[in-house]
Protein backbone atom coordinates (compact mmCIF):
# COMPACT_ATOMS: atom_id res chain seq x y z
CA UNK A 1 0.00 0.00 0.00
CA UNK A 2 2.51 2.68 0.83
CA UNK A 3 4.08 2.62 -3.20
CA UNK A 4 0.31 3.07 -3.89
CA UNK A 5 0.29 6.16 -2.11
CA UNK A 6 3.56 7.28 -3.01
CA UNK A 7 2.47 6.64 -7.03
CA UNK A 8 -0.50 8.55 -6.40
CA UNK A 9 1.21 11.32 -4.88
CA UNK A 10 3.47 11.20 -7.74
CA UNK A 11 0.61 11.59 -10.31
CA UNK A 12 -1.11 13.91 -8.47
CA UNK A 13 2.71 16.61 -8.56
CA UNK A 14 3.02 15.53 -11.99
CA UNK A 15 -0.66 16.71 -13.22
CA UNK A 16 -0.20 20.04 -10.84
CA UNK A 17 2.82 21.00 -12.51
CA UNK A 18 1.09 20.27 -16.12
CA UNK A 19 -1.44 22.72 -14.90
CA UNK A 20 1.09 25.73 -14.26
CA UNK A 21 2.55 24.68 -17.21
CA UNK A 22 -0.32 25.56 -19.12
CA UNK A 23 -0.74 28.71 -17.45
CA UNK A 24 -1.56 30.92 -14.58
CA UNK A 25 -4.02 28.92 -12.64
CA UNK A 26 -5.39 29.90 -9.41
CA UNK A 27 -4.59 27.17 -6.20
CA UNK A 28 -8.58 26.88 -6.11
CA UNK A 29 -9.12 26.08 -9.74
CA UNK A 30 -6.26 23.73 -9.89
CA UNK A 31 -8.05 22.05 -6.22
CA UNK A 32 -10.74 21.58 -8.38
CA UNK A 33 -9.89 20.02 -11.25
CA UNK A 34 -7.17 17.76 -9.83
CA UNK A 35 -9.93 17.03 -6.77
CA UNK A 36 -8.62 17.93 -3.81
CA UNK A 37 -8.17 20.35 -0.93
CA UNK A 38 -6.65 24.02 -1.77
CA UNK A 39 -3.90 23.23 1.35
CA UNK A 40 -2.85 19.79 -0.44
CA UNK A 41 -2.47 21.71 -3.32
CA UNK A 42 -0.40 24.23 -1.43
CA UNK A 43 2.03 21.33 -0.30
CA UNK A 44 2.38 20.11 -3.51
CA UNK A 45 3.91 23.86 -4.98
CA UNK A 46 6.06 23.63 -2.09
CA UNK A 47 7.05 20.10 -2.65
CA UNK A 48 7.83 20.94 -6.76
CA UNK A 49 9.84 23.89 -5.73
CA UNK A 50 11.63 22.01 -3.27
CA UNK A 51 12.99 19.51 -6.40
CA UNK A 52 13.73 22.92 -8.28
CA UNK A 53 10.73 23.84 -10.10
CA UNK A 54 10.53 27.33 -10.27
CA UNK A 55 7.54 27.71 -9.42
CA UNK A 56 6.21 31.72 -9.18
CA UNK A 57 3.22 33.19 -7.59
CA UNK A 58 1.09 35.98 -7.36
CA UNK A 59 -2.03 36.97 -5.57
CA UNK A 60 -4.93 37.71 -7.63
CA UNK A 61 -8.48 38.26 -6.96
CA UNK A 62 -9.32 34.50 -6.93
CA UNK A 63 -6.31 33.47 -4.80
CA UNK A 64 -2.66 32.82 -5.42
CA UNK A 65 -2.09 32.44 -9.34
CA UNK A 66 1.30 30.15 -10.51
CA UNK A 67 3.28 30.16 -13.33
CA UNK A 68 6.47 28.55 -14.35
CA UNK A 69 9.64 30.22 -14.79
CA UNK A 70 11.24 29.15 -18.32
CA UNK A 71 14.64 28.46 -16.93
CA UNK A 72 15.47 24.40 -16.16
CA UNK A 73 15.71 22.35 -13.01
CA UNK A 74 19.36 21.67 -14.63
CA UNK A 75 20.15 25.37 -15.68
CA UNK A 76 19.71 26.33 -11.93
CA UNK A 77 21.99 23.61 -10.90
CA UNK A 78 24.53 24.43 -13.25
CA UNK A 79 24.36 28.84 -11.89
CA UNK A 80 24.86 27.40 -8.42
CA UNK A 81 27.65 24.81 -9.38
CA UNK A 82 29.21 27.98 -10.50
CA UNK A 83 28.54 29.88 -7.89
CA UNK A 84 30.59 27.12 -5.75
CA UNK A 85 27.35 25.83 -4.09
CA UNK A 86 26.03 22.38 -4.53
CA UNK A 87 22.56 22.84 -2.62
CA UNK A 88 19.94 24.89 -2.99
CA UNK A 89 20.28 28.54 -1.87
CA UNK A 90 18.11 30.42 -0.05
CA UNK A 91 17.16 32.59 -3.14
CA UNK A 92 15.61 29.48 -4.78
CA UNK A 93 13.23 28.84 -2.20
CA UNK A 94 11.88 32.64 -1.98
CA UNK A 95 9.45 32.57 -4.65
Known sequence: MFYQRSYEIERRLEAVLRLI???????????KEIG?????????????????HDIRSE???????????ESTASERKKARKQRG??????????A
Open 21 to 31: REGKFSTPKIA
Open 36 to 52: VSIPTISRDVTALRQRG
Open 59 to 69: RGDDGWRYWLE
Open 85 to 94: TGHASAEAHR
